[in-house]
């Protein structure tokens, strides 16, 4: 007997190759088949008689088959099938291009169902490769209503997909129906069995309509009601106040080399006043790269040392946090504090009494409270850290964590009843109205302003015949003193034809492109720092990465391991090799480690590709907004696959539309209907949403 959980390959006759295509698709059960949904519909809805076909209408005919043969072409050598159909109002001519088969199938006196556009003939009309099945006194079901089209990959037809769906369509009975009635009273939802048989085959338009609406309903929905379940249980926990000290922040914004912006103010100021309260904040601060993030979020670890209280900033790389580490010194160089910093290969503080050598003196700094700011990677969740009063914990680039790395942060705070204020930060521009569907009234600060004086960042699409100009456009700007940054897909050369390795590149600007000039290259496999297992011979990360600070190395040959943070205010020039192979928002990311400086700063995309990246590549050339390329890059590709390579767990919408905003908003306010009610009392909704909270904040 099939259930929703059987396997695909249990279904009757279908064979293991078909199985094996379905599992391409991830469709391995029953279950997934159902909620494989079509992504268009072809419309057959009117079934015309014969005599009354007009030339240009998409139709269904039905009729007997009076006549087929199939022929070969004399000179195009192509199979032509050519057929008569007929109804008791008259002939119609069809006729099918090297599809032989189906003059072997379909047999003279057989009921068949024919759909497609009608076209002018000589002799009246005809019908071109219509779509045809034989009607054996069961209804059409390729030919006639809204006929389902679903993406499908090479080999597997849609006619098989929907003759399988069909096989099990009886199976949506089956779904449990979690939403609450109420709910699905007040907004007007058809109930789940009934959505799913007409999301494959409508009724009619109208109940296809109302099907799209529940689907979509439902996926926003238990999304959105994730998310604020989190949050109202956030809102239940303590966190320690964070006083704000308006003098002594004046002070340091005062003493700033440069002015903040206004939106770096706003931000920070909403941060200071969420900190401010015994509710532990949960918020995300969005600025595209180089808006200036650090500082902003500086003044909230500046007020929680000025409390007596620790904070911790979390990074997802060792360059990034020996990077942020410097900054943070810097800001701070007036301020008695103690900054630390713990990688797995770093161990250092700023104050000059205490010193730390370990990772034994550091643990036990940190826990007597002898450290105010700690900067580190995911090894301070790791080892066996505990702090003295963690009152804020601040995650930089938060996509790259998980939310079991952010829960740990959570229980941190070294007081058993608090939790610290959690601040995310990212660069990945997540447009307001995704935030909305995503995370529900989430807190939300965006810098969406850049620091005076920016120039905007050259960007040029670079064709394989003007390599070399593009190499000799470098060479200058590093004869004027600049440095660049030369990015790659790959690490070692691979069979994938054409595409760029860091080892390949590296070799061939060090040996011939650039002799004369000093070129590293770095990448994710190598040590952090040199390691001694190779007897200090081959360099770490950390060093490439502060010699080509120091302007000690001219060109740095990389991976995508700089895409996030690092800054270099002399690099002028970001050159992208195999560039129609990142996202639009990843390129953005790479470009931003350029324009740090008063300098004019260049990015030079050199596709692989040309034709096929054309497009996507001068719409990023024209564009310099992180917001606005995500939201061009939501446009051609979906969110999972724009956030969802970076995004741990992003969510993965199947059929909802994250522009209807009507829609969201009657979401959300189901959603705060549930929390508000007490989501115990719906323990089949709890237990639908329990599994992916990954993308949660908080
Ligand atoms: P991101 O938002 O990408 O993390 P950073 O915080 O690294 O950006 O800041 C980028 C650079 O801009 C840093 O060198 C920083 O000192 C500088 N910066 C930050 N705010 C301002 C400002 N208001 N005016 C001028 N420069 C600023
Ligand atoms: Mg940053």
Redo the contacts with the bound molecule.
């Keep these: 007997m099939l259930t929703l959980a059987t396997p695909v390959e249990q279904i009757n006759k279908i064979g293991k190759a078909t199985a094996k295509k379905l599992q391409r698709l991830e469709i391995k059960t029953v279950q997934d088949l159902l909620q494989y949904y079509p992504f268009r519909y072809e419309d057959y809805s009117q079934t015309v008689k014969i005599s009354e076909l007009r030339p240009g209408t998409k139709v269904n005919v039905r009729g007997v088959l009076e006549i087929i043969q199939n022929r070969r072409t004399p000179r195009q050598r192509m199979m032509i099938t050519e057929a008569i159909v007929g109804d008791e109002t008259g002939q119609l001519k069809v006729v099918w291009f090297n599809q032989p088969f189906i003059g072997r199938t379909l047999k003279v006196g057989d009921q068949i169902s024919l759909a497609g556009e009608i076209k002018a003939d000589l002799a009246g009309v005809q019908m071109v490769a219509p779509e045809y099945e034989r009607l054996s006194g069961c209804l059409p079901v390729h030919t006639a209503g809204l006929v389902p089209i679903y993406s499908v990959t090479a080999n597997l037809s849609n006619k098989q997909l929907r003759f399988l769906i069909k096989s099990v369509i009886g199976l949506v009975n089956e779904f449990h129906d979690f939403l609450p009635g109420e709910i699905q009273k007040k907004y007007n939802l058809i109930d789940l069995p009934k959505a799913l048989r007409n999301i494959h085959f409508p009724q009619n338009a109208a109940l296809l309509e109302k099907a799209k609406r529940r689907l979509k309903f439902d996926e926003l929905f238990l999304v959105q009601l994730t998310s604020q379940i989190k949050k109202s249980e956030a809102r239940s926990q303590e966190a320690e106040k964070i006083k704000f000290f308006e003098k002594e922040t004046k002070e340091f914004v005062k003493n700033l080399p440069?002015?903040?912006?206004n939106a770096?103010k706003k931000a920070a100021w909403e941060i200071l006043q969420d900190i401010g309260q015994d509710k532990p904040m949960s918020r995300l601060l969005e600025?595209?790269?180089?808006?200036?993030?650090?500082?902003?979020v500086a003044l909230a670890m500046l007020n929680a040392a000025l409390n007596k209280k620790q904070s911790v900033l979390l990074v997802p790389t060792e360059i990034l946090a020996s990077q942020h580490f410097e900054?943070l010194c810097k800001l701070f160089k007036d301020i008695k504090m103690s900054i630390g910093l713990f990688t797995r290969s770093n161990k250092k503080v700023n104050s000059g009494q205490l010193t730390v050598n370990s990772k034994k003196e550091m643990i036990s700094a940190i826990k007597d409270g002898q450290i105010n700011i700690i900067v580190g990677t995911h090894t301070i969740l790791q080892e066996d850290v505990e702090f003295k009063d963690l009152a804020l914990a601040i995650i930089?680039e938060q996509h790259r964590f998980g939310v079991e790395q952010r829960k740990a942060l959570r229980q941190k705070s070294g007081d058993k009843k608090t939790v610290p204020h959690l601040l995310a930060?990212t660069?990945t521009p997540i447009p307001r109205s995704l935030a909305q569907a995503i995370y529900g009234d989430l807190d939300l600060s965006i810098?969406n302003e850049m620091?005076?004086?920016r120039k905007p960042i050259q960007t040029f699409v670079v064709p394989e015949h003007k390599r070399y100009d593009g190499y000799s456009f470098i060479k200058k700007q590093i004869e004027e003193g600049r440095q660049a940054f030369v990015i790659c897909p790959l690490i070692s050369p691979s069979d994938k034809l054409g595409v760029k390795s860091v080892e390949e590149e590296y070799k061939k600007l060090n040996e011939i492109v650039f002799k004369d000039l000093k070129i590293a290259y770095l990448h994710g496999r190598m040590p952090a720092r040199s390691g001694s297992a190779s007897g200090g011979k081959t360099p770490g990360k950390e060093e490439i990465m502060q010699k080509f600070l120091n302007n000690e190395i001219k060109i740095l040959v990389s991976t995508s391991v700089v895409e996030v943070?690092v800054?270099v205010?002399n690099a002028t020039i970001m050159m992208i090799e195999g560039a129609e192979r990142f996202g639009l928002a990843q390129l953005h990311q790479f470009r931003?480690r350029v324009g740090?400086s008063e300098f004019q700063s260049y990015c030079l995309l050199f596709p692989t590709d040309e034709k096929q990246a054309a497009a996507r590549l001068n719409t990023f050339a024209k564009n310099h907004d992180g917001f606005k390329l995500a939201e061009e890059d939501l446009k051609m590709r979906g969110p999972g696959e724009v956030y969802g390579t970076a995004q741990k767990g992003f969510p993965e919408f199947k059929i909802a539309d994250l522009n209807d905003h009507v829609l969201i908003k009657e979401v959300r306010e189901a959603a705060e209907r549930i929390v508000n009610e007490g989501a115990e009392k719906y323990p089949e909704l709890l237990e639908r949403i329990k599994k992916d909270d990954e993308w949660v904040v908080g």
């Design positions: 440069f002015e903040l912006t770096q600025g595209d790269v180089g808006s200036g993030k650090t500082v902003t900054t930089d930060m660069a810098i620091p005076k004086g943070g800054d205010p931003g740090r």
